[in-house]
């Protein structure tokens, strides 16, 4: 297990519901069957503290895995969990803080003089 596997086995699960929507295409039950083997994988600590760091201190992070995890088995196939790890981390520290920021206030109805 890791610190993404949760995260992992749920984008499984919605994969297989695509599956069912889509069952013609194959990909769906392959990216789920993938995801479930890398939810299953240890990592190195070190990617695993890279990663925590990441979620902490950028705001949109959830948007960044979500992301990253729905490209699993359709446009990249990861052999490990440190191999979803770094890619998921590098999305993060990707997120322009600034959008991330009023993507946040606009979704909460603030506004600059709000804070």
């Known amino acids: 297990m890791n610190v993404l596997s949760f995260e992992m086995q749920r984008a499984a699960e919605w994969r297989l519901k695509k599956a069912e929507r889509f069952p013609s295409d194959v990909r769906n039950v392959d990216a789920a069957e993938l995801l479930r083997k890398l939810a299953s994988m240890s990592a190195s600590p070190e990617r695993e503290k ?16 979500s992301e990253a995890l729905r ?45």
């Open 71 to 115: 490209e699993i088995g359709f446009h990249s196939r990861p052999a490990s969990a440190d191999d979803v790890l770094e890619t998921v981390t590098e999305r993060i520290r990707s997120i322009d803080q600034d959008e991330a920021r009023r993507k946040y206030m606009e979704a909460a109805g603030l506004t600059e003089d709000d804070l």
């Open 50 to 65: 890279a990663y925590s760091e990441a979620v902490e201190e950028y705001l949109g992070s959830e948007d960044a895995v």
